[in-house]
């Protein structure tokens, strides 16, 4: 258990939110730093870097099928781990096959990136877990349809969407995004974490729509100039971008 009065706690959320937050309670938050799947070394480390003190109390801990984190400014858990102290914007992902679930480095500069972009009616294009969608929507960016071809990742997505009480912001489908509307792109921030075959699927959708802005990641360096000339040919102009490792991601703007 990790020891303060609410307020320090909250100020220490971003921090407590790796050590698997599992119940707030009297004097405290209890936490289950091991059980999340996170390197232990790295627990260690986090749990002596704490400024609030701590002591270990030994008891059951439920399963928790990925580690939570704060990015973007949205608290990412599974609904086995604590709720967000007041204030905290948090969505909630059920187990599921879906990508970005544990978040994956190239899922981390979408939400880091996701700043940048205006608000308005979103368009999570390939949304696996449906993390990106749910921030958008947490965060009051605007109504967003998050589509997927894999029926595992519809329904994780669909379910986070009902546990996160976003159902009635977050649309979620079934769809290959070859097959979307022009009207589905059109207009949209269209947030785009997928392979070059999936990028290249959205392009060709018919009547050559053109987003609003954009988000894409997922791509090497040279597959990513090639995707941001290509919507360079609609009109629309790089913005930042960022790179971890192979992973670039960007965003673009009309
Ligand atoms: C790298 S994951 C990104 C998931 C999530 N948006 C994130 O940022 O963590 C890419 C997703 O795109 C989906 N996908 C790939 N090609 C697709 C296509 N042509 N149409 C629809 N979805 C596609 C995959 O099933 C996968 O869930």
Redesign the pocket.
């Known amino acids: 258990m990790v020891t303060g009065d609410p307020a320090a706690l909250a100020a220490e959320f971003p921090v407590l939110a790796g050590l698997e937050p599992l119940a707030w309670v009297a004097g405290g938050l209890l936490v289950a730093p091991f059980a999340g799947g996170r390197d232990p070394d790295e627990q260690r480390a986090r749990l002596a870097a704490m400024s609030l003190p701590w002591r270990a109390d030994p008891g059951p801990v439920p399963p928790l099928p990925f580690p939570a984190a704060v990015g973007g400014g949205v608290y990412r858990r599974s609904p086995g781990h604590a709720p967000a102290p007041p204030g905290v914007p948090e969505v909630v992902l059920v187990d599921g096959e879906?990508?970005?679930l544990a978040e994956?480095v190239?899922?981390g500069m979408?939400l880091d990136l996701m700043g940048d972009l205006p608000d308005g009616p979103a368009l999570?294009a390939?949304?696996?877990?449906g993390?990106?969608a749910l921030a958008w929507g947490r965060l009051g960016r605007g109504p967003v349809l998050a589509?997927?071809?894999?029926p595992h990742?519809v329904t994780q997505a669909r379910e986070s969407a009902w546990a996160s009480g976003l159902d009635a912001l977050v649309t979620v489908r079934r769809?290959?995004?070859?097959s979307l509307s022009h009207d589905e792109v059109h207009g949209r921030v269209v947030l785009v974490?997928?392979?070059r075959?999936?990028q290249d699927?959205l392009l060709s959708v018919r009547g050559e729509p053109v987003p609003s802005a954009m988000l894409v990641s997922?791509l090497s360096s040279g597959a990513m100039d090639e995707v941001i000339g290509a919507w360079a040919t609609r009109g629309l102009r790089a913005g930042r971008r960022e790179a971890a490792g192979r992973w670039h991601a960007a965003t673009l703007h009309a």
């Open positions: 879906g990508f970005g994956h190239t899922t979408c999570d390939g949304c696996g877990s993390i990106l589509v997927d071809l894999d990742a769809a290959g995004l070859q974490n997928a392979p075959i999936a699927a997922g």
